[in-house]
């Protein structure tokens, strides 16, 4: 075949594609509506930040200073004062009956502490049966106090010694924010590899692919013909989730849509590449949906940093995150989206992922054989 | 006898095995220009790896196969151009119409349903009517003409079917026999399997395949020839005790059913056939089966296909 006729045979395979996927309408509805879906479950329902903090405070001697820290926490939205005791020993009982998620106990004596330049005693105790929640209620605590240090007359600071956390390019520590990129991550892996894994297991479950295999296509012309409508669906999908982020939770935008744009082709790519292994190696549509869930969707979700800091994991985890393509993925939404990044800043992420690509692409045609068996 | 050289299809000792399982079995034939050859013989006999061979998706063991003078192994793109397949199942595409289907593969084959048109006319013209419907909504023989020239569209110079008639009613299936006719008569060489052994007398050759195996070669006629006894129909009432009484006829060489009769041979070469004739009809009449006739008849293909299982190591008896 010459090049017009083989580039004439490549469009026959996109258009034919795209009527498969338009002609599904309910598969087409869901593949459309989950990145909103998604962003707006995540974004209410499944987000990590706290409100309606359920405070118990314990002041044996209340004076001047100790009523100004209490001031700083009822006046802070986040927190909602349960109990106000002058013994320690009415908190335990309120942990345990769950009624109370945090204990500020200041110990007698605040305001002559701050003036005589003594150590001030105050304690935190945090629920932490979640330790997610636990952490995030410890650090929105201790800015609370922080803040009311600093309310504090001039000389009297650095009396009180209290580590300062302080969240960069997330100061609200809103938790959506960090989980939209995640989530342009993970609605990808699915169009990306589970789609075409399952597209391309039911031309073979179908026979259909033993025609294509006997006609003059080449495997890369079977292979584009197939990923190349599903790219077209992996960009709306990312931009309806930018789009549903900023409407619904405004989400900050703040660097360029154009390498957002280009890094989530990258990305996908991938997806796909991984779809056509995962096709290539599995026989039937069911096979190849599990397949697709345990090879990507997981590690999507669990070892990408979506959910759970890379940090937090185990070492022979974080070892394994490095090859799970949606980290560097991640790190690079964030970036963009978050910190303003530039490709200056994200070059690294960029050729991993286009490393992996690569590696994935020539895997995925060798195992993609001229043959049959 | 034709050369080889101009044979379109060429297998030689062909072996395949998958696993522990012989698929093909030092498989050899030729089929002749212009031909339609038939492949015959119960499902798992091996054709449809036969076909995979020659449509080059599977590779040999052992052996050599060429097509249309290419070898399946290293010339596969210049066969995959040049021949028409349709496999086993109807390999559409249900979500698309049959116009649609129609296209892609001609696409695919670096051609247009226009340019084909006058080869596939004669097929495509009774479901044309149809050509916007989608191609899971129609009936059995519609999608069989569809995949046909689906098949057809890129005027292939061979044609390879595995089993186009299964599970197409009687109607369609004699149809399509026709159609065969008329497009072999145009030049075409064909190649058909089919487990229905009434079918094999459309053919002009056919090869009896069983267990990986060429049982024989030859043409329909001459293949029931190959029976080795003289051959009776028995009808006899109630027909079940009649079977039962025929096999426990001490000098019985093969019991078969046939439809409403049942076709008998007999292990003494050296009598004559009307003394068998009377001596079953005894036999018979003492064992309570009073309504009966009996008579010799020319063995089938079918029948000659029975004799020649039989005859394999482990067969069945």
């Known amino acids: ?373 | 006898m034709v050369t080889q050289a101009s044979s379109p299809v060429v297998i030689e000792g062909v072996r395949k095995t998958f696993g522990s399982t012989v698929a093909l079995d030092d498989v050899t034939f030729d089929v002749r220009a212009g031909e339609l050859f038939g492949l015959v013989g119960p499902d798992g006999g091996g054709k449809t790896t036969l076909f995979r061979i020659l449509t080059t998706l599977l590779v040999p063991d052992a052996g050599t196969a060429t097509v249309l003078g290419r070898d399946v192994v290293r010339d596969l793109w210049e066969i995959r151009k040049r021949v028409g397949y349709m496999p086993g199942r109807f390999s559409l595409y249900p979500d698309l119409s049959v116009e649609e289907n129609l296209r892609f593969f001609a696409s695919v084959f670096g051609t247009t349903i226009e340019k084909g048109y006058d080869i596939i006319a004669p097929i495509y013209a009774q479901i044309e009517p149809f050509k916007h419907r989608r191609a899971g909504q129609l009936s059995g023989g519609m999608k069989q003409k569809l995949a046909l020239s689906c098949a057809l569209v890129h005027r292939p110079e061979l044609l390879l079917l595995d089993e186009p008639t299964t599970g197409v009613d009687a109607v369609s299936r004699r149809e399509f026999w026709d159609l065969l006719h008329d497009l072999q008569s145009s030049g075409l060489t064909i190649v058909v399997s089919t487990p229905y052994m009434d079918e094999a007398d459309r053919c002009h050759r056919v090869a009896l395949v069983q267990k990986g195996r060429v049982l024989a070669i030859d043409v329909p006629g001459a293949i029931g020839a190959r029976f080795p006894r003289p051959l009776y129909a028995v009808h006899g009432v109630p027909r079940h005790a009649t079977i039962e009484a025929l096999r426990a006829f001490p000098h019985a060489a093969s019991v078969h059913p046939f439809g409403d009769t049942l076709h008998y041979s007999d292990a003494r070469e050296a009598h004559h056939p009307p003394q068998v004739i009377a001596e079953v009809t005894a036999w018979l009449t003492t064992r309570g089966i009073a309504e009966m006739t009996m008579s010799r008849i020319a063995p089938g293909i079918e029948d000659a296909f029975m004799a020649l299982m039989g005859d394999e190591p482990g067969a069945p008896a």
């Open chain 1, 1 to 373: 075949m010459r090049t017009p006729e083989r580039l004439h045979a490549l469009a026959a395979f996109v258009v034919k594609e795209l009527r498969h996927i338009l002609r599904d309408r309910q598969t087409l509805v869901i593949l459309l509506l989950l990145p909103l879906a998604q962003v707006v479950l995540f974004g209410f329902a499944i987000r990590t930040d706290v409100k309606d903090i359920r405070l118990a405070i314990v002041d044996a001697a209340p004076d001047d200073a100790s009523l100004a820290l209490r001031a700083h926490f009822t006046g802070n939205g986040r927190f909602r004062v349960v109990a106000t005791a002058a013994m320690i020993e009415v908190i335990e009982p309120l942990f345990r009956r769950g009624q109370a998620d945090v204990a500020l106990v200041i110990a007698p004596g605040l305001a002559r502490a701050l003036a005589d330049g003594t150590p001030a005693q105050l304690q935190l105790i945090t629920d932490a049966s979640n330790p997610n929640t636990g952490t995030t209620i410890q650090a929105y605590a201790g800015a609370v106090i922080g803040a009311w240090q600093i309310a504090l007359p001039g000389a009297r600071q650095g009396v009180v010694i209290e580590p300062q956390v302080r969240m960069r390019f997330n100061q609200s520590l809103e938790s959506v924010n960090l989980f939209v990129p995640g989530l342009i991550s993970l609605v990808l892996t699915l169009v990306t590899a589970q789609m075409t894994a399952i597209s391309l297991s039911r031309e073979k479950e179908r026979g259909t692919l033993e025609i294509l295999l006997v006609s003059p296509l080449r495997p890369w012309q079977i292979i584009l013909g197939k990923v190349a409508p599903y790219l077209l669906l992996a960009f709306a999908n990312v931009v309806t989730a930018m789009v549903a982020a900023w409407l619904v939770f405004q989400v900050p935008f703040r660097g360029s849509l154009a390498l957002l744009l280009a890094a989530s082709t990258l990305y996908a790519l991938v997806g796909l590449a991984l779809g056509v292994l995962i096709a290539a190696r599995t026989n039937s549509q069911r096979t190849a949906m599990m397949g697709s869930m345990i090879g990507t969707m997981l590690p999507s979700t669990l070892l990408s940093g979506m959910i759970f800091p890379i940090a937090s994991l185990p070492w022979p985890l974080q070892l394994i995150s490095n090859i799970v393509p949606a980290r560097w993925f991640i790190v690079i939404v964030r970036g963009i989206m978050l910190k303003g990044a530039g490709i200056v800043h994200l070059w690294q992420e960029l050729l991993v992922l286009a490393v992996m690509l690569t590696v994935l692409l020539v895997v995925a045609i060798k195992s993609f054989r001229a043959r049959l068996a």
